[in-house]
């Protein structure tokens, strides 16, 4: 491997070496961008769980109420169901009760659609569950559009409370709701006192948006370093490669030619520079050598010629 990446130009190094640099990142960024995919997945549930528990919390008050004997349970019911009817955050989520019916439930108390309340739900509109979890950990396993409340029931099987995702339209500014569909996370906790489960949901297609956002950012960010790293490759080649390469033609001119001509020395700055005027040099140096050698026997033929008494025969003799 050493003697490979020896052999190689100094250019294709450099081009090698960009590779490596950009293969890398590429890697790095994709496993980036799938935790951000997964952190902002846990923040929505870190979020919707703190909100149904926040919920839960007033059925626990109102479930005290009655051990004290305070309030009956039927009272306590009624008046717990119409203070979570009234619980509302962001921009129009809230809060739902549905019970433990099998094989499926009925729907204790929804504070938009008041109709509900009292049926079975088990209209094909609600089979639209895509996954669900028990817990707060784990991974989710997938569902092929089951009943939603019953896919809630089920989640909160082992732990007592659970996640599940579905999708459902949007309501309108005015009225109404989207023909499309949305994906949608609801977590949901069971108060086994009176055999309720109390949940909420939020859409969260909001995170795919989020998640190319920050891919975006990220490869403009990736493509300004490859830029620059193609920028600086450019200029070692401009200011190492090619004069080297230059340099070496020069050295194989010399070989085939003695006498071509030599370049300016002072063309070339910088270590190149340097050593370029010193092979300049160097070549200078023996080719006076060489001539002042060439003189020498010449003329220690001319002063044998004349020891010998054969004096150098001229042309117009």
Same mark, same amino acid.
């Given at each position: 491997?050493?003697?490979?990446?020896?052999?190689?130009?100094?250019?294709?190094?450099?081009w090698?070496?960009?590779?490596?640099?950009?293969?890398?990142?590429?890697?790095?960024?994709?496993?980036?961008?799938?935790?951000?995919?997964?952190r902002?997945? /846990?923040? +929505?549930?870190?979020?919707?769980?703190?909100?149904?528990?926040? #919920?839960?919390? /007033?059925?626990?008050?109102?479930q005290?109420?009655?051990?004290?004997?305070?309030?009956?349970? =039927? %009272?306590?019911?009624? %008046?717990?169901?119409?203070?979570?009817? &009234?619980l509302?955050?962001? #921009?129009? =989520?809230?809060?739902?009760?549905?019970? *433990?019916?099998? @094989? /499926?439930?009925?729907?204790?108390?929804? @504070?938009t659609?008041?109709?509900?309340?009292?049926?079975?739900?088990?209209?094909?509109?609600?089979?639209?569950?895509?996954?669900?979890?028990g !817990?707060?950990?784990?991974?989710?396993?997938?569902?092929?559009?089951?009943n939603?409340?019953?896919?809630?029931?089920?989640a909160i099987?082992?732990?007592?409370?659970?996640?599940?995702?579905?999708?459902w339209? +949007?309501?309108?500014?005015?009225?109404?709701?989207?023909?499309? &569909?949305?994906p $949608? *996370?609801?977590?949901? $906790?069971?108060?086994?006192a009176?055999?309720?489960?109390? !949940?909420?949901?939020?859409?969260?297609?909001?995170?795919? /948006?989020?998640?190319?956002?920050? #891919?975006?950012?990220? *490869?403009? $960010?990736?493509?300004?370093w490859?830029?620059l790293?193609?920028?600086?490759?450019w200029?070692?080649?401009?200011?190492v490669?090619?004069?080297?390469?230059a340099?070496?033609?020069?050295?194989?001119? &010399?070989?085939a030619?003695?006498?071509? @001509?030599?370049?300016?020395?002072?063309?070339?700055?910088?270590?190149?520079?340097?050593?370029?005027?010193?092979?300049?040099?160097?070549?200078?140096?023996?080719r006076?050598?060489?001539n002042?050698?060439? &003189?020498?026997?010449?003329?220690?033929?001319?002063? #044998?010629?004349?020891?010998?008494?054969?004096?150098?025969?001229? @042309?117009?003799?």
């Amino acid at each position: 491997m050493l003697t490979f990446l020896q052999r190689l130009r100094i250019a294709t190094k450099l081009w090698l070496l960009i590779v490596i640099f950009t293969v890398f990142g590429v890697a790095d960024n994709l496993s980036e961008m799938t935790l951000v995919s997964q952190r902002l997945h /846990v923040e +929505k549930e870190t979020q919707l769980r703190h909100l149904v528990e926040t #919920a839960h919390s /007033v059925l626990q008050s109102y479930q005290q109420a009655v051990q004290e004997g305070r309030l009956g349970e =039927e %009272q306590a019911r009624r %008046q717990a169901a119409e203070e979570i009817r &009234l619980l509302h955050y962001g #921009a129009r =989520e809230y809060f739902w009760i549905h019970d *433990l019916s099998q @094989p /499926v439930p009925k729907m204790v108390m929804h @504070p938009t659609v008041p109709t509900l309340e009292g049926q079975t739900l088990s209209a094909l509109r609600f089979e639209r569950a895509t996954s669900w979890r028990g !817990g707060t950990e784990g991974d989710y396993q997938a569902l092929d559009n089951l009943n939603l409340f019953v896919a809630m029931n089920q989640a909160i099987g082992p732990t007592g409370d659970g996640f599940v995702t579905y999708d459902w339209p +949007k309501p309108l500014a005015q009225s109404g709701v989207t023909e499309k &569909l949305y994906p $949608k *996370l609801s977590y949901v $906790k069971r108060f086994d006192a009176w055999g309720w489960v109390i !949940g909420s949901g939020i859409y969260i297609d909001d995170l795919e /948006v989020e998640y190319w956002r920050d #891919a975006r950012s990220r *490869l403009f $960010k990736a493509g300004a370093w490859l830029l620059l790293l193609g920028l600086l490759a450019w200029f070692v080649m401009r200011t190492v490669a090619q004069p080297l390469r230059a340099f070496q033609t020069l050295i194989d001119s &010399l070989r085939a030619n003695p006498d071509h @001509p030599l370049p300016v020395p002072e063309s070339q700055p910088g270590e190149l520079g340097q050593l370029l005027r010193s092979f300049v040099k160097l070549i200078d140096d023996l080719r006076r050598s060489r001539n002042e050698l060439t &003189l020498s026997i010449e003329k220690m033929r001319q002063m #044998a010629r004349q020891s010998s008494g054969h004096p150098e025969q001229r @042309p117009d003799d």
